[in-house]
């Protein structure tokens, strides 16, 4: 039996590869952080095949002693500070934890290293956030970076590293970057599920409108589910390497919201829309698309959730979760 280590168990990706793996006949560990962290529980319930491990992304030594606890296969790091608006206000916790976590992670593995014959394989959760002021459309594996955020910079760092660790030490270290994706799992800070838990609100009449800031950036967004496949994919190759995960479609925030209030039955959404600025930053990434061939070609990835099916999904996720909780 296959085990794997994933960090960042307890956020949305985890979820869904911690359920991907265990359909795959892997034994499944994840590192949780904090103490008596509150989502343990709930990651614990959702898959029987998961155990969770003691760890945090500052801590060197706790890594080493989960990796050694866990003699892993594969080990996918996940665990970051992910949300873009929170690494303007706390830049310094974003680079410790989302860049120099990637460097602590990757010498938990280089110094426990697996067997000569079975050396540990490394995933890391790069982003198109590095892209930010995009120097070419659509975005590839060979796109120059230009990352506008604290956490696009962390980002930068992480990947950076992996390719090092990969050329300097032979560890096999891939870096999937990532175009946004959503679910039914994702966090209410990000915007489309700001949107449709809002929408789900409104709709049922317990709240008036929602505030937004920059309704012009685009993004590439596909679902979780999908994503997680490709991370796989990635660590089953002979050779490691970078690969682009997206849809290669590009949506503004105008049109998420022209979806998802079609979509609940509004003829339109800006009755129920109000700007605060205080959603706006301080940079803005205003496009993202995706070129994802190389990830088709090597891995025989594709993803299968439209953007219809996606703004359909976590809208109708979010009315049943408020009708439950209005009910009670
Ligand atoms: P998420 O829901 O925000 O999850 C982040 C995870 O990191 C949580 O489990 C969190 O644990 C954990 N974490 C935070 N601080 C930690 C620390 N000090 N030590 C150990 N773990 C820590 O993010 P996601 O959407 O699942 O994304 C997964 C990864 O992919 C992240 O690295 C993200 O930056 C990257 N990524 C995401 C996207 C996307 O569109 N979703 C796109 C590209 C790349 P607690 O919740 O328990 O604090
Ligand atoms: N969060 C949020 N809240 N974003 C808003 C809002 C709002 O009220 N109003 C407009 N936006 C705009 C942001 O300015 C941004 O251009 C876009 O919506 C998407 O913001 P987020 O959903 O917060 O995601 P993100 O693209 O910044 O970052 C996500 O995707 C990255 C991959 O490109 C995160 O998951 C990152 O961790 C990930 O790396």
């Known amino acids: ?65 989960a ?19 929170l690494s303007f206000r706390q830049p310094e916790l974003t680079a410790e934890i989302t860049g120099l976590g990637v460097l602590r992670m990757l010498e938990a593995v280089r110094i ?11 995933y890391q959760a790069s982003s198109s956030e590095m892209f930010g002021k995009v120097r070419e459309v659509p975005q590839t594996e060979a796109t120059p970076f230009h990352p506008r955020s604290p956490y696009g910079v962390a980002k930068m760092f992480g990947h950076n590293i992996a390719v090092n660790y990969r050329e300097a030490y032979g560890i096999h270290a891939s870096s999937g970057i990532l175009f946004n994706h959503e679910s039914e799992r994702r966090g209410h800070e990000f915007v489309t599920r700001k949107i449709t838990s809002s929408l789900a609100r409104i709709k049922l009449g317990l709240q008036d409108s929602i505030s937004l800031g920059n309704l012009e950036a685009r993004r590439d967004w596909g679902h979780a589910a999908d994503y997680v496949e490709a991370m796989w994919l990635m660590l089953q190759q002979e050779e490691p390497g970078d690969y682009v995960v997206s849809t290669g479609e590009t949506h503004s925030i105008r049109e998420f919201l022209d979806v998802a209030f079609r979509l609940a039955g509004y003829d339109s959404w800006e009755p129920y829309v109000r700007h605060d600025n205080r ?14 061939s190389k990830a088709r070609d090597r891995l025989g990835w594709s993803p299968k959730v439209s953007f219809e099916e996606l703004v359909k999904r976590m809208y109708e996720n979010d009315l049943a979760l408020e009708r439950r909780s209005a009910a009670q």
């Not at 307890?10 to 006949?25: H, P, V």
């Not at 990796?67 to 608006?85: M, R, T």
């Not at 426990?112 to 490394?122: E, L």
């Open 1 to 65: 039996m296959k085990r794997a280590l994933i960090t960042g168990i307890t956020g949305q990706d985890g979820r869904y590869l911690s359920e991907f793996l265990a359909a795959k006949g892997y034994q499944v560990y994840g590192l949780v952080h904090g103490q008596a962290n509150p989502k343990a529980a709930l990651v614990e319930g959702e898959n029987p095949r998961l155990e969770l491990v003691e760890g945090d992304l500052r801590d060197l030594p706790s890594l080493i002693a």
């Open 112 to 122: 426990v290293g697996g067997t000569q014959n079975n050396p540990i394989r490394f």
């Open 279 to 292: 959603f706006d930053r301080p940079a803005e990434v205003d496009l993202l698309i995706g070129d994802a």
């Open 67 to 85: 990796v050694e606890q866990v003699q892993p296969d594969e080990v996918y790091n996940l665990g970051a500070i992910s949300f873009v608006q």
